[in-house]
C-alpha cells in the first residue's frame, strides 16, 4: 500500500514547527525538536536495532528549510546543521498519529540517561570516554 501525501506542508518557522494537512482531515503540526529527535537518519538511529543514538539538548532547534525528495517524502534542514533525515509519507503520518507516546518515551530516556533537552552553552567542549571492559 502507497502511503498518501498530505495535501499541504507548511514550514512555520517563527513557532518551528511543520504542519501537516491531509486530504481525510487529519492536521498535524510538530514540532522542530520533536522532529528532530525522532529523525530517520543513521545519526538518531544508527545502523540497526539496539543502535540508536539518545538526541539531547534540542530544546530550541529550528526547521530552517524543507525539500521535496520524489513523490515519497521531504528532507528537513535543522539550524543544528542535520539535515540527512529522508520523512517518508508513511513516516510522518506515523509520527502525527503517536506524537503523545512517542514523546513521552522520548522524556523518559532522557530522563533515564540523566540528559536535558536545553542545549549546553556554546563555548563548552564535551568528551565522552567509554569504559574499557575487562580491565
Do not use: C
Request: glycine fraction near 8%; charge should be negative.
Amino acid at each position: 500500500m502507497t502511503a498518501i501525501p498530505p495535501t499541504d506542508i507548511k514550514l512555520h518557522k517563527q513557532s518551528a514547527t511543520l504542519e501537516l494537512v491531509y486530504a481525510d482531515g487529519d492536521n498535524f503540526a510538530l514540532s522542530a525538536e520533536f522532529l528532530r529527535v525522532h529523525s530517520p537518519s543513521a545519526e538518531v538511529r544508527g545502523h540497526g536495532k539496539g543502535q540508536e543514538v539518545l538526541q539531547f539538548g534540542k530544546r530550541h532547534v529550528k526547521l530552517i528549510n524543507v525539500q521535496s525528495v520524489g513523490n515519497y517524502a521531504i528532507k528537513l534542514v535543522f539550524d543544528d546543521g542535520h539535515d540527512s533525515g529522508i520523512y517518508s509519507w508513511e513516516y510522518l503520518r506515523e509520527l502525527g498519529q503517536d506524537e503523545k507516546e512517542l514523546w513521552n518515551s522520548y522524556l523518559a530516556k532522557l530522563q533515564a540517561a540523566g540528559e536535558t533537552r536545553e542545549p549546553l552553552p556554546a563555548d563548552t567542549q564535551v568528551i565522552s570516554i567509554k569504559p574499557v571492559s575487562g580491565t
